[in-house]
């Protein structure tokens, strides 16, 4: 059926719904993502059958899509054609007007929970266990709040840090492009994945640092950085996996350097990348 094969796609490329997911023709679904917090619905996708099966699917969280088509008639007809690409234009309309919409959502609950957080100080457990100070982070209870903002200064959503490290973002929040600032941009702006690992780099650099939250998310970030500062060194401060295969901190920062013009620092923990 192409029901199970638009699924098999999905969990190809790692978006494996959490529950059954029970596929209604033309309409956009949300649903969680197997490994995905309780209660967040993340992921989405958009399924047609006809005239030719095809669908896209994606995730809200980390920015990922994907489309998917199933075998094409041996005589597709003009009309058929035309068809086939008014739904590919409707689960694109679907897809970002849904998203548009939940990222608004997730900004009005963000400026209630700033109305009640705090600044955050050094005796944070998080904080005092890195051996990094709070560059104006906040609190909100017993966790850190970092805010993500694009480059207007719009912030779209928070990372949530409890004392124990556990981390987690407010649902439905725009990320992609998003990032922390520590400092002012001089003439070099460094990028770093993590909160801890970006105090890190500015207590020894003193250098601006734009904290990305993750590292699929440094190419968008510096992308967004070199079309604001076209000017500036941009460094990325690249996280070393050397014990994950693939690498992911590394690759992932070359891709983005790569994207934008900048230089790669790697930290040497005395094996290879």
Not at 41 to 57: K, L
Not at 85 to 107: F, G, K, L, P, W
Not at 200 to 205: D, G, L, R, S
Request: proline share 5%; net charge positive.
């Amino acid at each position: 059926m192409s029901e199970d094969s638009f699924l098999a796609a999905m969990s190809a490329a790692g978006l494996v719904p959490h529950a059954d997911l029970h596929l209604v023709p033309g309409e956009l679904q949300r649903f969680r993502v197997r490994g995905d917090k309780a209660g967040s619905r993340n992921g989405w996708a958009v399924f047609h059958a006809d005239p030719v099966p095809g669908g896209a699917f994606g995730s809200w969280r980390t920015g990922e899509s994907h489309t998917w088509r199933g075998q094409t008639p041996l005589a597709e007809t003009a009309r058929e054609r035309a068809l086939r690409r008014r739904q590919i234009e409707d689960r694109y309309r679907q897809q970002v007007a849904a998203q548009a919409s939940m990222q608004a959502s997730a900004r009005e609950r963000l400026a209630k929970l700033l109305r009640v957080a705090r600044p955050a100080n050094d005796a944070h457990p998080y904080l005092l266990a890195r051996g990094v100070h709070a560059y104006g982070i906040l609190q909100l209870r017993d966790m850190l709040m970092i805010l993500a903002r694009d480059t207007d200064g719009v912030a779209h959503t928070a990372q949530f840090i409890g004392p124990d490290g556990a981390k987690r973002f407010l649902t439905g929040g725009r990320i992609q492009g998003c990032y922390f600032a520590i400092g002012r941009p001089t003439d070099t702006i460094y990028l770093a994945e993590g909160y801890s690992t970006a105090a890190t780099v500015f207590e020894a650099t003193g250098a601006a640092v734009a904290a990305c939250f993750s590292c699929g998310n440094l190419k968008a970030v510096a992308l967004a950085l070199r079309a604001k500062f076209p000017e500036l060194r941009l460094v990325i401060a690249a996280d070393n996996d050397a014990g994950t295969p693939g690498n992911p901190g590394v690759r992932h920062a070359f891709e983005a350097a790569a994207a934008a013009g900048a230089l790669v620092a790697v930290p040497d923990f005395g094996g290879e990348c």
